[in-house]
Structures are given as structure tokens and as C-alpha cells.
């Protein structure tokens, strides 16, 4: 079974410049998540959606973040324009469901960003 | 809300020595506890979890943890480790009800010494 796929793996950029982020779920799983991991930090939870709805974007700064997932499967989060406390990693996960706190989450590589 | 702190931040350890790594958290609810594992440039991956019942829960590579409800804790151990159990560790933490959202900790970072 293939895993959670992400590109590109690493991307330099200026600030104020803009950037994607692509993300591939496991076959048939309804729920995707995208996490920022700060250096230092554990993973903190940017948006959650479930098929092509979103459940939880508290924490989206959505200023210059936003995310969408047509059709209920890939998703690209974006941010415009970047600032130099973007630089993080962004991971993308996904779960069979979603629907209950015990699904466990399973996580692509991430892609490592640096903003100059 | 809930909330995860891990304790340390590095544990060095030499191999084939036993190992804890802390994690309290805290919630007004029940929570479901977990372990995730990152090894250097992967995404994470699932160690263990707590469901419900026996509060020790035994994972992959031989890690277990115990769930101790009066001290809100959910320690990681590991009777003897190993050159490639070098990796950074993550507790997180989710609810039965209300807002369910998975929150982690910092991290610990554990390096295996020979």
C-alpha cells in the first residue's frame, strides 16, 4: 500500500514570494490533515479535512495560508506571501475516517521550507 | 483544550541500555495517548497507542508505555535500545469528545551512544 506522498521534498524561497504544497493521501482515506513543525516544536495541526470539507481550520493563518482538497483526495495547502516564521516543515497526514479522536494518522514525508 | 508536555528534550543513552522517555498531559476530558516516532528526514510514524483498558500498551521495536490515569502521565520505555532506535519521539494526545484534534508535544530527542 502506498504511503502519504508529498512534493516537493525541500523549497527555498524569498519572503513575500508565494509557494505550493502538494499532498497525496493513502487510497480510500477520508480524512487529511496538514500539520506546520516548527524547529523544536511537535507538529501543530494547520487544517483538517474530511472528503473535500473542512472540519477544523482554527489554527490557519488565513492572511497568506490557505488549503484546499478538490474531490476529496490530493490537496495543495499555499501560502501568500510567505514570512521568514514560515520557514518549517508542512506534513501532510491522512486517517481512514477521521471521525474519532483514536484513528491513528499516518504521515507523509514533508516538505521543508526556508524563507529568506 | 488539551495539552502535552514532554519532559525532556534530549535523552542520551548508551546502547543496549534501558530508556524512559516522560509525557504528562493535561485535559478535562478522556483522552485517547499516543506515541509517534521520526526518524531523520521521514514523516512520523505510529509507535503505540491507548484506547481504553490495560493501561500498558505495548508498540513496535519494543517500546511499551503505561497509562497512569492520577498522575495524567503516559511514560515510553524501552528495555534496551539500539543504534537505530535514534530518532525524535512525540507524544500527542486527542479527545473522546468535544473539539478532536491530535496535539503533540515538543518532542524528545533520543540519541543512541556505542
Known amino acids: 500500500e502506498a504511503g502519504v506522498a508529498q512534493s516537493p521534498r525541500y523549497k527555498i524561497i524569498e519572503k513575500r514570494q508565494s509557494v505550493a504544497f502538494w499532498c497525496n493521501p493513502i487510497s480510500g482515506h477520508a480524512t487529511l490533515y496538514w500539520y506546520q513543525q516548527i524547529l523544536g516544536q511537535g507538529p501543530k495541526l494547520l487544517i483538517q479535512?474530511?472528503?473535500?470539507?473542512?472540519?477544523?481550520d482554527s489554527q490557519l493563518p488565513k492572511d497568506r495560508f490557505s488549503a484546499e482538497r478538490l474531490k476529496g483526495v490530493d490537496s495543495t495547502l499555499k501560502i501568500q506571501p510567505a514570512k521568514l516564521e514560515d520557514s518549517a516543515v508542512y506534513l501532510c497526514a491522512s486517517s481512514p475516517r477521521g471521525s474519532g479522536g483514536w484513528e491513528t494518522q499516518y504521515f507523509g514525508p514533508g516538505t521543508r521550507l526556508l524563507v529568506l | 483544550a488539551q495539552s502535552v508536555t514532554q519532559l525532556d528534550s534530549q535523552v542520551p543513552v548508551f546502547e543496549e541500555a534501558p530508556v524512559e522517555l516522560r509525557c504528562n498531559y493535561s485535559s478535562s476530558v478522556s483522552v485517547y495517548l499516543f506515541w509517534y516516532v521520526q526518524y531523520p528526514n521521514q514523516g512520523l510514524q505510529l509507535l503505540l497507542k491507548?484506547?481504553?483498558?490495560?493501561?500498558l500498551v505495548k508498540g513496535i521495536n519494543g517500546f511499551e508505555a503505561e497509562f497512569n490515569k492520577s498522575q495524567t502521565s503516559f511514560h515510553l520505555r524501552k528495555p534496551s535500545v539500539h543504534i537505530s532506535d535514534t530518532a525524535e519521539y512525540f507524544c500527542a494526545v486527542n479527545t473522546l469528545q468535544g473539539a478532536q484534534k491530535l496535539v503533540f508535544g515538543q518532542g524528545t530527542r533520543l540519541t543512541i551512544n556505542p
Open positions: 491507548y484506547l481504553s483498558g490495560s493501561t
Open positions: 479535512f474530511q472528503n473535500n470539507g473542512v472540519v477544523d
